[in-house]
């Protein structure tokens, strides 16, 4: 565990079947009224929305709605929440959704009392709030992206071609997250995969960096056997409780701060797939997939060990009389026919990115140097270029 | 994730070489008055008594010492500690020292405000804190229990012959830790390996329960391989501090509440040795190493199947060709053989536990329900009879 870091996780997670009656004694300790944030209104057709309002009711909120969240949520959406937050008068925003719902909830938490351009302050200066964050909770009903229990929000400007993702301090975490994995079952298939590489990529971007040592890496691989495992029967039969409740658990912790603690973090995949996804408005965790190969393959060299060590922790590839790079490439191999079979998407024209977009991609793609290897222009050019 | 359950875990830990820096962030939020709890004096002697007293000083508080914990707590020195506070009118409990003067601080916090007697009412009868409960803070100079970043508190009754822990709820968690692994560097060889001894069997009392589905099953796999990886090398070279930062990030996660989600638990080799050193007095961590061979073959047979994930996934036991019980004993023998090597007591003799005990023994251990098999008094006195 290297360096100094603290670690802090207050948000109360209620996980179960049951999960919703945690509602009733969080509504309580915050004030009458509530912004009750959502997506599209899959919500009002599997009767989420119904059960959320009526024990606001019962716990006598005033409901303000703010519905039409979008899976990218924009920052003219965010500036509507703003508004609306604010002449709701709100004591508490209550995100019932995934992860987009999630990180829009907190985004307009911290702006609802700041003077200044939230997208500015928050989202290209990466400043801290200083005004008072009205506080959120989350009924979660996507699986993926952790929203549920960390600091994160990640909002695009369409203006400016941009997806960028701010990770607040915990004083921005929800306050509470309901997880009911039954929620999760009417989500698509395509969503559903989608979710799971998303946690996929979580993990393995705090994997592939730094010492072999670590403690937070013996977890990650321990979280992604428990998703791989999960992921193969999800796919197969989406209303396995067992099955969908690990793979929501897994999220969880696959992006709360923990697997990261004591390394340097890469986090390369979600920068390019981002940058796709500023020009497509393509699902998040499919441009994750669809970079993910020409990525790992471009980086492999300048971490052999560590992908050899993946390949037979995490792919059970056997090591016996192969070159550690044979072991690790070996490894990319699997985990590629394991995307495959789940069904991701795997390259960008799939996702609809054409070869008039990489100029536009290349330059949004922010450069991170916590991984084993800085890129350079060139090198995202490469990897974008392989990823048609 | 089997049934429905809560998550929440605010402590805030400050951890690394300057971790210490972390107790000037902390101690402006509390009031004046802080009982400085502490054990045997071998904080003085190393230096840090100073520096926390320095700090102490440097921010404004008036110190109350409560020094002289003793290894096993004892429910006198409990009442010696309750008085004390009440005198200091104590507005923070600083814990500096293991695991046992931070179960003892949090014994203390919620006995100061109780009109009840302290050890039968949270000991005995079980029961929650209804009073208000003393904030306490912890120094962690001592690696292994947890104590750190969970509710547990273990007190032993010397009349009584009984040694309870009670774990209680998130109001009764460090409000903060301070984690430094140098600190853990003056401990004696014969104290570091039973520290890890008891890391390794609280990750082991909640992974062998249940099935193989769990994410909290995975995780305790990867936090297993990181303690054995990390005990090999600090075993050999005490300061190496990469090993012993591993260490101590496992034991806090080990017992955090965190790696129990979803499943049932057994707890029955601490029940085990519990009983002993009620009668011995003897370390904690080498009385579950004394008992754990004896236990674990008895229960293997009713539950083959993960003895023999244990083996493969833990100590990479080749499966191949041998049956699911020859894997399952082979991982043991494994296990066993790693115990001698690190240095940890196999047997409850050497612990100063006779014949003329086991009756007591048996008497004083208590039964749990979680595991694969519950145990009757025929099978405890077969267990601790193999333990001589």
């Not at 909120?61 to 509507?80: A, H, Q, R, S």
């Not at 390369?268 to 441009?287: K, P, R």
């Amino acid at each position: 565990m290297i360096g100094n870091f603290t670690y802090c996780n207050p948000t109360k997670l209620y996980f179960g079947k049951d999960a919703l009656e945690g509602l009733k004694l969080e509504l309580p300790k915050y004030g009458k009224n509530v912004l009750l944030v959502y997506g599209g209104g899959s919500i009002k057709k599997n009767g989420i929305y119904d059960r959320v309002v009526g024990i606001l009711k019962e716990c006598g909120k005033e409901i303000f709605e703010d519905g039409g969240v979008m899976p990218n949520p924009t920052y003219v959406k965010l500036c509507e929440g703003i508004a609306r937050a604010r002449a709701a008068e709100a004591d508490l925003i209550l995100a019932v959704g995934g992860g987009s719902v999630c990180d829009y909830a907190k985004a307009v938490s911290v702006s609802v009392h700041c003077n200044e351009d939230a997208w500015e302050k928050y989202f290209i200066r990466f400043e801290e709030p200083s005004c008072e964050i009205i506080p959120v909770g989350c009924v979660l009903t996507m699986v993926g992206t952790g929203s549920e229990m960390n600091g994160g929000s990640v909002i695009t400007n369409h203006a400016e071609k941009l997806k960028i993702g701010h990770v607040f301090g915990e004083e921005v975490f929800p306050k509470f997250s309901v997880l009911n994995p039954e929620f999760t079952y009417t989500v698509p298939k395509y969503q559903m995969v989608s979710g799971i590489y998303d946690i996929m990529s979580h993990i393995l971007e705090q994997y592939f960096s730094g010492t072999d040592d670590n403690t937070s890496d013996y977890i990650s691989e321990g979280l992604l056997r428990s998703l791989i495992h999960s992921a193969n029967i999800a796919v197969e039969d989406p209303k396995n409780y067992e099955a969908r409740s690990n793979i929501m658990w897994t999220a969880t912790w696959a992006l709360n701060t923990l697997i990261a603690k004591g390394k340097t973090t890469d986090w390369m995949v979600h920068m390019l797939g981002q940058a796709v996804a500023a020009h497509t408005d393509a699902t998040h965790g499919m441009t994750l997939a669809a970079v993910t190969m020409p990525y790992y393959k471009f980086i492999l060299p300048y971490a052999t060990e560590k992908f050899a060590r993946y390949a037979t922790q995490v792919w059970d590839v056997d090591p016996t009389g192969k070159t550690k790079s044979a072991v690790a490439y070996e490894g990319l191999e699997r985990m590629e026919a394991w995307m495959k079979k789940l069904g991701l998407v795997m390259n960008i024209t799939e996702l609809g990115a054409t070869r008039e977009m990489l100029d536009g991609m290349v330059k949004s793609t922010l450069i991170m140097d916590g991984g084993y290897k800085v890129l350079g222009e060139k090198d995202v050019r490469a990897v974008l270029s392989a990823s048609f």
